[in-house]
T-cell receptor, first 110, second 113 residues
Framework: ETGVTQSPTHLIKTRGQQVTLRCSSQ?????VSWYQQALGQGPQFIFQ???????GRGNFPPRFSGLQFPNYSSELNVNALELDDSALYLC?????????FGPGTRLTVL | RKEVEQDPGPFNVPEGATVAFNCTYS??????FFWYRQDCRKEPKLLMS???SGNEDGRFTAQLNRASQYISLLIRDSKLSDSATYLC??????????????FGGGTRLMVKP
């Protein structure tokens, strides 16, 4: 419905590994944001990309990085995974002032 | 102190009841305000924007008090399908923040038959 898709839906990794999460949005959605939602909490802003450049970042360490591509897709990369990185990762794309969220990727770090 | 604070609930109400949720935010430079709804294990979905003059969408009424930095959501004639977590959301715009949404922790509502 929102036109925002994410892959994979679920992922299990072990501590120290690296992970790449993907997001695809519709044409015209120039801004993409990533959020982390731990169990029982509200989503926390990680960073935002506009026209392939990061233009805003929340309180997350550099091991969280991202890319945005010309085809309205984007990636979230997390290096050196920690147990506390276990969460639902949400991608949101913005068009005309409204943010549309994808269904999320649930990451479990063991 | 959290930037956006909500009572986590749960609020357990019977069908047909009226229920109100409140939210406070700490950054007076906040520019826009929203209520999102999140069903279990799903993504947040925009319920409604919140305007200074107050606004209504069917059974839902939202109010904003900028002086008190306070946002409210009123749900009248609760339905079973209203059971969800309601997230209070504030939009911060700044040099380093881009166009980030700041979410409260959410208030869980359970409507019982």
């Amino acid at each position: 419905e929102t036109g925002v898709t994410q892959s994979p839906t679920h992922l299990i990794k072990t501590r120290g590994q690296q992970v790449t999460l993907r997001c695809s949005s519709q044409s015209g959605h120039n801004t993409v944001s990533w959020y982390q939602q731990a169990l029982g909490q509200g989503p926390q802003f990680i960073f935002q990309y506009y026209r392939e450049e990061e233009n805003g970042r929340g309180n997350f360490p550099p091991r969280f990085s991202g890319l945005q591509f010309p085809n309205y897709s984007s990636e979230l990369n997390v290096n050196a995974l920690e147990l506390d990185d276990s969460a639902l990762y949400l991608c949101a794309s913005r068009k005309e002032g409204t943010q549309y969220f994808g269904p999320g990727t649930r990451l479990t770090v063991l | 102190r959290k930037e956006v604070e909500q009572d986590p609930g749960p609020f357990n109400v019977p069908e047909g009841a009226t229920v109100a949720f409140n939210c406070t935010y700490s950054n007076s430079a906040s520019q826009s305000f929203f209520w999102y709804r999140q069903d279990c294990r799903k993504e947040p979905k925009l319920l409604m924007s919140v305007y200074s003059s107050g606004n209504e969408d069917g059974r839902f009424t939202a109010q904003l008090n900028r002086a008190s930095q306070y946002i409210s959501l009123l749900i009248r004639d609760s339905k079973l399908s209203d059971s969800a977590t309601y997230l209070c959301v504030v939009n911060m715009v700044g040099d380093n923040a881009g166009n980030m949404l700041t979410f409260g922790g959410g208030t869980r509502l359970m409507v019982k038959p």
